[in-house]
Structures are given as structure tokens and as C-alpha cells.
């Protein structure tokens, strides 16, 4: 896997712009980070925890009827959906919640938009015994309801942000907050590979289980590496999950597929590769979404999970030099592409992973059926029948 520079740059992006309170809490972070890291018995719980709490490896499934039906490519699906929780963001949230119990520090702090991050983090600290605090916008609070309780049960304090548009960027900024007065008792809990260095570095490391079993996997069952990597990319975890142990195999392709909305010329969409312009965001330098005079412009998706404005600076680094492509699906292509893996798989699969597989279904035919794609299918659809609801 390609490194960072010491002060966690990939080329330009990355890094870590923040004032001197939080320089000091990541410098202890990122050396905590490094030797756990590299300490086998850290290693060797997380591994056992990902196999018998979250149920790990998940399997990677040939849709076999979803290839004879596109008329191309053989399509792979990881199935980070069958993870406990029902998304891949449980990989990240145990492998941080452990390092902070490792590091001594019992209250743990998130944020959270949609709400499957904080259920994510809520998890990991009432398995390991850990205080958990999420910070949500008020009006997200009402919007995600549903995950709002499942937090509360969890044992989690949920509190409610109504500062700015009570939304994610609000959130965020609270915890910061937090997390500059408290760091010294408190583990600052990141729920994508964005943020200040070592975040971004951190998150691919927990995620990059993804893709080191997909190439144990399709060695397994199709005797060579695949063709095409396809994931869905809001802030990037994911897909740089699956992307990253591939680096060096330059004969596999990875596109990275952003929430086009209704449209990019529309202006609602949360595109910060495709559509977005470069500079300091939430403490690290990537593209995001911004307005002419250089704001952070408001986003939109259909996929809460993919509606952030800034995306992880690996991604823009691989952006830049070519390694990765990225593109965009709307709206609507999201959800054909949902109803289509319902009906000829039984599977269905969460509007965000909808994007990779709305891609996929579009490449497909222009391939050969020797040719193979695997899209990483990053959580359920459960979460999303109520939206659902109201756009079929
Ligand atoms: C949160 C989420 C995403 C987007 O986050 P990344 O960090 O880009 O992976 C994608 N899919 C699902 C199911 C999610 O919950």
C-alpha cells in the first residue's frame, strides 16, 4: 500500500492543519496509532473480533444472474452488508475504539449525519466497555430518528448540535470542540478516511481488511486478480478499503463512483472529485465541493452516507495521477440500480452502495465475460426503505 509522508501527505493532500491544542492530541494519537499498530496482541484481538463479533471474512458472491442479464463482465459482490451493524463502517469503529481503550482513554466521542457511523461507534464501545458520546445536528436528530433510539440503546449519549443548520459540518464542529477541552480523557472517533493526518492513514488501515480478503478471495475462485474495482465514495472509506491493497497492481483498475444527485449541472450533488476544487477542509488538504468564492458549498444525495463536501486525500492523490478514476451516478440511476440487484439476487443493497453497482451495470456490457469486476457492496438497504418510500 502507498505511504504517506511522515506528516501524512499523499503529494499534496492530506496533512494536518489544525491549531496547536489538536496538533499535540493527533501527535499522541498518531504514536499511539503507530505502535499498536505494529504490536501483535493489538493485531491478534482485532482479528478476533472481526471474525466472531462482526463475522468476518464476508463473502465475495458472483451474481450470476445479474451478469447474464447486463451480457459482460462477471460481476463480483463484496458483501460488506452481511457485517454485523450491516455496513463496513464497523471495521473502522472497533479497530479505533480498541485503540482507545489500548491508550487508556474511556470516554470515546463521534459524529454522525445520517446516524450509521454513530450506531457504528455506539456498538464498538458497548462492546468494549467504553463511554460513548455522539454528536448529531437537531434537525438530522429528527431526520434519523430510527438510529437516533438505536444509539440510546446502545448505552450512547446522543447530543444534539443546534448550532448552524443543526447538520453534519455542525456536528463535526462540536466534536472538535469537544475533543480540543477533553483530550486528555477523550478518543476522538473518525468515521471515514478524512480528517487531519493520522485519520485518513488510520481509517484505511481498519478498512483495508476489505480489500486484502477480495484478493484472497478471486484468487480462490477465479485464479487471478480482477479487472475493475468498483466502490461507492463519500468521504472514501470504503472504497479506499478496497482499492488500497491493489496499489501496486497496476494491471487492476478502481473507479471511485460520487454522488452525482440530480445531476451535476444541477448543482445538487455531493461530487468533490468530480465536481469539486482544492484546499483546507475540516483540518486537511483535499478537493471538495465549493462555491465560487471558495466556500464549502451544501451538498446533496439521495444516500445520507455519501452527502459530505470533502473526500479523503488518498483518493485525490490517486485522482491526480491517474491510479483511480472517478465518475458519478445519480439519483435515479442509484435506485434502478438498487431495484435490479432486488429482483434478479434477493439482495438489496443501501442507496450508497447503489452508486458502485449503478456504475458497474453500465460498464459491464462493454466488457468481455472473460473480464471481471468486483463491486464492493458497503452496507444494506434496510436503513433506507422510508426514503425508498417516497421516490418509487
Ligand atoms: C457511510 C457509508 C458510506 C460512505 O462512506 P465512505 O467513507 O465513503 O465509505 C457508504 N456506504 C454505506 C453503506 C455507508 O453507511
Known amino acids: 500500500m502507498l505511504q504517506p509522508t511522515t506528516t501524512g501527505f499523499f503529494g499534496e493532500f492530506g496533512g494536518r492543519f489544525v491549531p496547536p491544542v489538536l496538533e499535540e492530541a493527533l501527535a499522541e494519537l498518531e504514536r499511539a496509532f503507530n505502535y499498536w499498530q505494529a504490536d501483535p496482541s493489538f493485531q491478534a484481538e482485532l482479528r478476533s473480533m472481526l471474525r466472531d463479533y462482526v463475522g468476518r471474512p464476508t463473502p465475495l458472491y458472483f451474481a450470476h444472474r445479474l451478469t447474464a442479464a447486463l451480457g459482460g463482465a462477471r460481476i463480483y459482490l463484496k458483501r460488506e452488508d452481511l457485517n454485523h451493524t450491516g455496513a463496513h463502517k464497523i471495521n473502522n469503529s472497533l479497530g479505533q475504539a480498541l485503540l482507545a481503550q489500548r491508550m487508556g482513554k474511556r470516554r470515546v466521542i463521534a459524529e454522525t449525519g445520517a446516524g450509521q457511523h454513530g450506531v457504528a461507534t455506539a456498538t464498538a464501545c458497548a462492546l468494549l466497555g467504553l463511554e460513548?458520546?455522539?454528536?448529531?445536528?437537531?434537525?438530522d436528530m429528527q431526520r434519523q430518528a430510527p438510529n437516533v433510539a438505536r444509539m440510546q440503546l446502545l448505552g450512547a449519549q446522543v447530543s444534539p448540535v443546534t448550532k448552524g443548520a443543526g447538520t453534519l459540518k455542525d456536528a463535526v464542529d462540536a466534536a472538535l470542540v469537544d475533543y480540543a477541552n477533553n483530550a486528555d480523557s477523550t478518543f476522538y472517533l473518525l468515521g471515514?478516511?478524512?480528517?487531519?493526518?493520522?485519520?485518513?492513514?488510520?481509517?484505511?488501515e481498519f478498512q483495508s481488511v476489505i480489500g486484502q480478503e477480495v484478493r484472497q478471495q478471486i484468487m480462490e475462485s477465479a485464479g487471478r486478480l480482477p479487472d475493475y474495482l468498483v466502490a461507492c465514495v463519500g468521504g472514501g472509506s470504503n472504497a479506499i478499503g478496497l482499492f488500497a491493497p491493489f496499489y501496486a497492481d497496476t494491471g487492476v483498475r478502481m473507479v471511485g463512483v460520487e454522488a452525482g444527485g440530480k445531476g451535476l449541472a444541477s448543482g445538487k450533488h455531493a461530487a468533490a472529485l468530480t465536481g469539486g476544487t482544492v484546499g483546507v477542509i475540516h483540518g486537511f488538504c483535499a478537493y471538495a465541493k465549493r462555491d465560487a468564492n471558495g466556500e464549502i458549498a451544501p451538498t446533496y444525495s439521495i444516500a445520507a452516507g455519501l452527502d459530505y463536501p470533502g473526500v479523503g486525500p488518498e483518493h485525490c492523490f490517486y485522482k491526480d495521477t491517474g491510479r483511480a478514476s472517478y465518475t458519478t451516478v445519480t439519483d435515479t440511476e442509484a435506485l434502478q440500480a438498487l431495484q435490479l440487484l432486488a429482483r434478479l439476487e434477493g439482495i438489496i443493497p443501501a442507496l450508497e452502495s447503489s452508486h458502485a453497482l449503478a456504475y458497474a451495470c453500465k460498464l459491464a456490457p462493454t466488457l468481455s465475460p472473460e473480464q471481471i469486476i468486483v463491486v464492493n457492496l458497503s452496507g444494506r438497504g434496510d436503513k433506507d426503505l422510508e426514503s425508498l418510500q417516497q421516490f418509487l
Do not use: I, K
Open 132 to 139: 460513548a458520546v455522539v454528536y448529531m445536528g437537531e434537525v
Open 192 to 204: 471515514s478516511a478524512v480528517g487531519p493526518h493520522p485519520y485518513p492513514l488510520m481509517v484505511r
